[in-house]
């Protein structure tokens, strides 16, 4: 009798909750630890920079392209977008605009995902996954995800594991955690045979400046000497910070020490430290992949849901109603 009490007042408290919904698309974890970098928004470094890095290491990564970014400054050209496709590199959606998909419409969302498919295939690459702009997503977007792309890539800070969710695919930031933290969670993914998605954006590299000599202009190539290295400079509001600057890395490693030189300003100045080499960090973490783990494979997004055995139905998909 109390058994059947029991029983009662749970179908009670189900139905009374609208019953409790699956989670959607979930699939099996993976088998074997894989790791996958993606690098958001099409900044043209994907192609200057990251390209390289990744051959040196035999691998290759994903660029996640807003369309609307597309030949502005700074962000990659359609012969770069075909450059990264010729060196094995996969190229993911993520929207036209960038905008935050929850602040739109549905119709505002399918044609956001619609048109950045649209436009990239337009220019000759195959197009079947999507990173979700600020990493957010809703119920609703993910249904219209489902109808252009193979999966998307949502969520932060975690691994892919055991079981996850087509549609809302894990990741963590490499800038964020810094090389060491990165590091480990290599190791736990390997440890834990998960899947680890690494996002991050524009390769850039940030030093501390002494003795500086009038005044570096944005976009101007900047020299190192002794050690060789040349750079990008760049400066907006984000690069405001008085003794600092940031630059696109293009070649050598710069060292404490080295006179600075901006070709088009005539500037000076002594390089004080280098505060972060976003480039090094990559090019380290993946030599640490390749050496510590052998039969850790580096893939990327489309690639890894083949070693899982996720059906590849992007051929039927992308046909706005």
């Known amino acids: 009798m109390r058994y059947l009490l ?31 970098f993606v690098f958001d928004d099409g900044f043209d470094t994907d192609y200057l920079v990251a390209r390289d890095v990744f051959a040196e290491q035999g691998a290759v990564a994903c660029s996640a392209i807003a369309t609307d970014l597309i030949d502005r400054p700074g962000f990659l050209e359609p012969v770069q977008i075909i450059g990264l496709r010729d060196a094995g590199w996969e190229i993911m959606g993520h929207t ?13 969302v399918e044609d956001e995902l619609f048109r950045s498919k649209t436009i990239l295939e337009g220019i000759g690459v195959m197009v079947k996954n999507l990173v979700y702009p600020y990493n957010k997503s809703s119920g609703m977007i993910r249904a219209v995800a489902r109808k252009y792309y193979r999966s998307a890539r949502g969520g932060v800070d975690t691994f892919n594991r055991d079981v996850f969710e087509q549609y809302d695919l894990r990741s963590v930031s490499n800038k964020k955690f810094g090389l060491a933290k990165m590091r480990a969670r290599v190791d736990q993914a390997y440890a834990e045979r998960d899947w680890l998605i690494i996002h991050g954006h524009q390769i850039d590299v940030k030093i501390t400046l002494t003795n500086e000599t009038g005044a570096f202009t944005r976009g101007e190539q900047l020299v190192f000497s002794p050690s060789g290295a040349r750079g990008r400079h760049l400066r907006d509001r984000w690069f405001l910070s008085a003794g600092y600057l940031h630059y696109i890395p293009l070649a050598g490693t710069p060292q404490p020490g080295d006179r600075v030189t901006g070709a088009s300003s ?56």
């Open 6 to 36: 029991i029983m009662t007042l749970l179908a009670v408290f189900v139905a009374a909750c609208g019953g409790i919904r699956p989670r959607e698309n979930v699939v099996p974890g993976p088998a074997i630890p894989l790791v996958t």
């Open 96 to 108: 036209a605009s960038h905008r935050n998909l929850r602040a739109l419409s549905p119709a505002q």
């Open 266 to 321: 005539g500037a000076v100045a002594r390089l004080g430290k280098v505060v972060y080499n976003y480039r090094a960090e990559i090019s380290e973490l993946l030599a640490y992949v390749r050496t510590k783990y052998p039969d850790m494979r580096i893939v990327t997004v489309d690639a890894a849901l083949d070693l899982l055995g996720i059906p590849d139905t992007t051929a039927v998909l992308g046909k706005k109603p």
